[in-house]
C-alpha cells in the first residue's frame, strides 16, 4: 500500500540553528498539506499546496518558516531559525484534487522536532 | 473559520460500546470526518459524513446531525488496540481542507 513518507523522523536541534524537513507524498496526490502538532492537540494546518502552487499559507509564520514543491512532487519545509517554541511534531499528508481528497487524507509519519 | 469541541479523555471497558462526542461551530460546513491516532503514530482516516444520518464501516459507525451541529463516533465491541486519539475534523465548502478538534483520547481498561 503506498504510503506518504517523511525524513528525519526525529530532529533535535539548537535554538536559532536551521532545519528542514522532507516530504514525498504518495504517488498521484495532487494536494500535499504540512501541519504541526503540538502534544495533546490536533493538527494545525500550515501551508496546502496543489501541485507545486500554494494554496493557503496564511497559518505559516513566514518570517521564519518556508514550504516549497518545486516540481509538484516531493516538499520541503523549513525554519530558520527555529525557536524553542517550534518543537512538535510536523505532519505532512497528501490527497488527490477532489472534495473526497479534502477529507481523506493520507497522512505521513511525522518528524518530531525538539528545539533545546 | 471552524472550531470543533470533543471531550479530551474517554475511558470504557473492553467489549463496550463507546461514544465520542463533537459539536462544531462552523461557516460553510461541508463535512465532518474522524481521524484515529495511536501514541507516536500518524492520524489515519476512518469516516466521513457529508449527509445527516449514520455512515457504518465495520465496528466503527459515525453520525452527524447539521441541525445540532453535531456530531459522533460510535466504536462497538471495543478491542484494546481501539485505545488512541480520535480526532473530528470538519471541511468547509470549497476550502479543500480540515480543521481538526483537539482530540480525544480513548483508553479501553480490561
Known amino acids: 500500500e503506498a504510503e506518504v513518507a517523511q525524513s528525519p523522523r526525529y530532529k533535535i536541534t539548537e535554538k536559532s540553528q536551521a532545519v528542514a524537513f522532507w516530504c514525498d507524498p504518495i504517488?498521484?496526490?495532487?494536494?500535499l498539506y504540512w501541519y504541526r502538532q503540538i502534544l495533546g492537540q490536533g493538527p494545525e494546518l500550515l501551508v496546502q499546496?496543489?501541485?507545486?502552487?500554494?494554496?493557503?499559507d496564511s497559518q505559516l509564520p513566514k518570517d521564519r518558516f518556508s514550504a516549497e514543491r518545486l516540481k509538484g512532487v516531493d516538499s520541503t519545509l523549513k525554519i530558520q531559525p527555529a525557536e524553542l517554541g517550534d518543537s512538535a511534531m510536523y505532519l505532512c499528508?497528501?490527497?488527490?484534487?477532489?472534495?473526497?481528497?479534502?477529507?481523506?487524507?493520507?497522512f505521513g509519519p511525522g518528524t518530531r522536532l525538539t528545539v533545546t | 473559520g471552524q472550531s470543533l469541541e470533543q471531550p479530551s479523555e474517554v475511558t470504557a471497558v473492553e467489549g463496550a460500546i463507546v461514544q465520542i462526542n463533537c459539536t462544531y461551530q462552523t461557516s460553510g460546513f461541508y463535512g465532518l470526518s474522524w481521524y484515529q491516532q495511536h501514541d507516536g503514530g500518524a492520524p489515519t482516516f476512518l469516516s466521513y459524513n457529508g449527509l445527516d444520518g449514520l455512515e457504518e464501516t465495520g465496528r466503527f459507525s459515525s453520525f452527524l446531525s447539521r441541525s445540532d451541529s453535531y456530531g459522533y463516533l460510535l466504536l462497538q465491541e471495543l478491542q484494546m488496540k481501539d485505545s488512541a486519539s480520535y480526532f473530528c475534523?470538519?471541511?468547509?465548502?470549497?476550502?479543500?481542507?480540515?480543521?481538526f478538534g483537539k482530540g480525544t483520547k480513548l483508553s479501553v481498561i480490561p
Open positions: 499546496f496543489q501541485d507545486e502552487s500554494v494554496v493557503d
Open positions: 499528508a497528501s490527497s488527490l484534487n477532489s472534495q473526497r481528497g479534502t477529507y481523506e487524507q493520507y
Open positions: 475534523a470538519g471541511s468547509g465548502a470549497g476550502s479543500y481542507q480540515l480543521t
Open positions: 504517488s498521484g496526490h495532487a494536494t
